[in-house]
């Protein structure tokens, strides 16, 4: 077994006076897909911006194969491949225009432009303005862009989210290469059967805690479930409670 390529020891968040992320602990070793599962507010882009660097944590230290962010910001940068939530692109440049740029800024070959506009399936219209594109292929965009660098760990933001079963189909499958390559990933999602698909474990959050962590075979089975919709009813439907209470 290798060395943890992500630990998060104590990590908590406050803002504004109120706690958002209360203590969190996890690792992940190389090729582990974790998925990020919870209501509206249980914090998991709260959680994962902390990862990326993008917000710091009050509490708690978060390690990439090995680097603190606060120690070396550069290096800890380029073990991450981020795939936002949300993105305003440039207006008026292409695709490849785009990924171009991305690629000058870390130093990618233009060829390795190319092969990720392949794996996403945007190579043959990589020379339409992005500003043309339907949101299930800006989604192929970012997630090019995360992979551009090849960086050891993944992380994305509801990469998922509000897109046909054709693209959430085409999300597993590139998870799965990317696992298949080495990459570890975390990934958030509402939508628990690309979940259960595309990822070896799930954590629940809800109000800034972990309510259960597990991998995604026992998962429904410790509820005595066949599918993780069952089991997350059963932890948050059959008490009654909504899960961002
Ligand atoms: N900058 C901020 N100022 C105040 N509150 C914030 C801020 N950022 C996040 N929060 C609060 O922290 C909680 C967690 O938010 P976060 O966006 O991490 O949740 P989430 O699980 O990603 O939700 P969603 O599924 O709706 O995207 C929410 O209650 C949110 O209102």
Redesign the pocket.
């Known amino acids: 077994m290798g060395e943890d390529v992500l630990k998060l020891k104590g990590i908590g968040k406050d803002?504004?006076g109120q706690t958002?992320i209360h203590s969190i602990d996890m690792s992940l070793r190389q090729g582990q897909v974790l998925a990020l599962c919870?209501g509206?507010?249980?914090?998991?882009?709260?959680l994962l911006r902390m990862i990326t660097g993008i917000l710091q944590p009050t509490r708690g230290t978060i390690e990439v194969n090995g680097l603190q962010w606060r120690h070396n910001r550069l290096k800890y940068a380029e073990q991450i491949g981020y795939m936002p939530d949300d993105y305003l692109f440039g207006q008026g440049l292409s695709a490849e225009e785009t990924l171009a740029f991305w690629a000058s800024l870390r130093k990618v070959p233009m060829s390795r432009v190319r092969e990720v506009l392949e794996l996403v399936g945007l190579i043959e219209v990589r020379r339409k303005s992005v500003s043309s594109f339907s949101k299930g292929m800006r989604q192929r965009l970012l997630f090019a862009q995360a992979l551009l660098a090849k960086p050891p760990l993944l992380i994305m933001d509801?990469p998922t989210n509000g897109l046909d079963p054709y693209w959430m189909d085409s999300f597993v499958e590139l998870v799965r290469f990317a696992k298949q390559e080495g990459h570890t990933v975390v990934f958030?999602t509402?939508q628990l059967q690309v979940a259960e698909l595309a990822a070896d474990s799930v954590v629940f959050?809800k109000n800034g805690h972990i309510v259960k962590e597990e991998t995604t075979v026992s998962f429904g089975r410790a509820a005595g479930s066949s599918s993780l919709q069952a089991a997350f009813s059963s932890l948050y439907v059959h008490s009654n409670r909504n899960p961002d209470e």
Do not use: R, V
């Open positions: 803002i504004g958002i919870g509206n507010g249980a914090g998991k882009s709260t509801e958030s509402h959050l």
